[in-house]
């Protein structure tokens, strides 16, 4: 019972701040279609938000679109946290947009400075480039903390990956931050449209889980989101990559109809990546939630019966703060722990925004 209320107030925080969506989604007619229509914003907690926006607008080019603070009862109630004051950064690259999250009262506990790859508690986003060389050069230009032994190509062996490059680093509160390159005839076709812009937009957020079935359960059987694709990728690249000795990873992308993605990333080798804690609060720099838009009201019950996702109640919050895009949201976690935060289509979400 403990931990169950523990999760819930980490559950609750991490859904006070669905951010505004950023594509234009027609809801399917009541009773049909996936539950879940869009993904994004993706929101990370931050110890200072102006150094945060700072960082992602001067190293990676990303654009303030949105800055307020919450401290009123329903934002207490939403995020289990009493005496809350919260300032929210939105921040957009390309048409995908991040909420850097800054818990001015009450402040939670930094990453472990051990964190690895392979941690439970592992969660990035993947920020396309149109030149991997150069975006490289760039980031180690600002000085970045790398992951990565340098971008890493993947094999040609890996039908699903070969070719792709990529490369791991940190932002200044230590979250683990990717650049990825894909070659001719893989990722979205928009990632191979010329562009003058080094850095074009976000094609995932990826997770460390625990089982794939089990998360399956949860993300494609109750929550509606896709498979789009699976590969299994090791080697030595993949261990430069990951900074993790014999790295072998069973990954899984999951799309909605917009925005972009989950990975799922399951270690099948090694085994030793540690749980997200049952202490986890929304507060600790540790955390991040994701978005999920909502069909509509209907939805929220289908998904709340799940016993593969956890919700603290079936119940959605009313919100206050219609300039976060959303009115309603019911908070939840997966089966490893990782937040997101189911919110209304009929909130004003899918069809503001920018096109």
Known sequence: MRTAARRFAAFALAFALAPTVLWSVSAPARGSG???????????????????????????????VLDTELSDEASEQLHGIAGLRLRVVRMRLGHEVIDLME?????????????????????????????????????????????????????????????????????????????????????????????????LGIDHTAIVIADTARSLVCYRDRLGLRVAGESENWGLEQERLNNVAGARLRITTLRAAAGP????????????????????????????????????????????RSRACTFPSADAVAIDHRELGFTRALPGRDPDGHAFQLVAADGGLVNEGYR
């Open 34 to 64: 996936p539950a879940v229509v869009a993904i994004g914003p993706i929101a990370m907690t931050v110890s200072d938000a102006e150094r945060s926006a700072d960082f992602y607008r001067r190293v990676l080019g990303f654009d303030r």
């Open 103 to 199: 818990y001015i009262t009450p402040r939670g506990r930094p990453i472990p400075a051990d964190s690895r790859s392979n941690d439970r508690w592992f969660q990035h986003v993947a920020i396309i480039v149109s030149d991997m060389d150069r975006a490289y050069a760039h980031v180690r230009e600002h000085r970045v903390k790398a992951v990565s032994a340098g971008p890493q190509q993947l094999p040609a062996w890996n039908q699903m990956a070969g070719g792709i490059r990529a490369f791991y680093f940190k932002d200044p509160d230590g979250h683990p931050l990717e650049i990825l390159w894909f070659p001719p005839g893989k990722g979205d076709a928009r990632w191979h449209v010329r562009s003058e812009r080094l850095f």
């Open 261 to 304: 993605g989950v990975e799922l990333l399951e270690y099948l080798a090694p085994r030793d990546g540690r749980p997200i804690p049952d202490d986890a609060r929304p507060n600790d720099l540790a955390h991040w939630h994701t978005t999920l838009v909502a069909r509509d009201p209907e939805a929220f019950a289908f998904a709340s």
